[in-house]
C-alpha cells in the first residue's frame, strides 16, 4: 500500500555534508502519511532513531545529532528530507526511511530499502 523511495546516500570526508531523500508512493486511498522519519544502522549495532517528523512539523532528534542535522518534509509530496552537516566517521551506517501510515484507525509502519552513508576521517 505504501513503497518509500530513498536517495541521495554516499561517500564523503568528515566534515562534509549529505541530503538524504525519501519519497512515499500511496497506492490505496485509504491510507495517509503520519509521522516520517530516518533511522540508522551501523555494523555490529542495533538500529537506531536519527530524527522524526510528524505532518504538523514537529521534530525530534537523537542528541547524537542535534545541530548538525535537520529533517523536513513536503507533506503535498510525501517526501522527507535528511540535511546532515558536519558529518563524522561515526555517523557511517546505512540509513533507512520510516514512515507511519493511517487507515480506518490502524497505524502501518513501512520501512525503505535503506541507502549507505559512509563518511571518512
Known amino acids: 500500500q505504501v513503497q518509500l523511495v530513498e536517495s541521495g546516500g554516499g561517500l564523503v570526508q568528515a566534515g562534509g555534508s549529505l541530503r538524504l531523500s525519501c519519497t512515499a508512493s500511496?497506492?490505496?486511498?485509504?491510507?495517509?502519511?503520519?509521522?516520517m522519519g530516518w533511522y540508522r544502522q551501523a555494523p555490529t549495532k542495533q538500529r537506531e532513531l536519527v530524527a522524526t517528523i510528524t505532518s504538523g512539523g514537529s521534530t525530534n532528534y537523537a542528541d547524537s545529532v542535534k545541530g548538525r542535522f535537520t529533517i523536513s518534509r513536503d507533506n503535498a509530496k510525501n517526501t522527507v528530507y535528511l540535511q546532515m552537516n558536519s558529518l563524522k566517521p561515526e555517523d557511517t551506517a546505512v540509513y533507512y526511511c520510516?514512515?507511519?501510515?493511517?487507515?480506518?484507525?490502524?497505524?502501518?509502519?513501512?520501512w525503505g530499502q535503506g541507502t549507505q552513508v559512509t563518511v571518512s576521517s
Open positions: 520510516n514512515a507511519v501510515a493511517v487507515a480506518a484507525l490502524y497505524k502501518y509502519d513501512y
Open positions: 500511496i497506492s490505496d486511498s485509504r491510507f495517509s502519511i503520519n509521522a
